[in-house]
Nanobody, 123 residues
């Protein structure tokens, strides 16, 4: 499975961006798809995740109410709509996919990773 993320860029505080991540290859069996981010000098952290059935969505407390994760199973694509962006949202954002049956926030629960896309929020 290959994951291709896009949509990052430079935006002012309060602005919006939409990230996309398209999966290709042997995508059958992929259950959870998520977005993680890593700021300079910090550990990679979960931003949001969603299950294939849409029954599970999860958000980091820091983005609740501002970010929305969605997916289009027909296109094998997951999206992250980011609104009311803040300077501390600046990071490289990675999409990831998991074939697990049970949800976990752990990085190790994800089997496939995209290359990352940089989001920079200026004050």
């Amino acid at each position: 499975v290959q994951l291709q993320a896009s949509g990052g860029g430079l935006v002012r505080a309060g602005g919006s961006l939409r990230l996309s991540c398209a999966a290709s290859g042997r995508t059958f069996g992929i259950n959870f798809m998520g977005w993680f981010r890593q700021a300079p000098g910090k550990e990679r952290e979960l931003v949001a995740a969603i299950s294939q059935s849409f029954s599970t969505t999860d958000y980091a407390d820091s983005v609740k109410g501002r970010f929305t994760i969605s997916r289009d199973n027909a296109k094998d694509t997951v999206y992250l709509q980011m609104d009311s962006l803040r300077p501390n949202d600046t990071a490289v954002y990675y999409c990831a996919a998991s074939a697990n049956n049970y949800y976990s926030r752990a990085l190790g629960a994800y089997d496939y990773w995209g290359q990352g896309t940089l989001v920079t929020v200026s004050s």
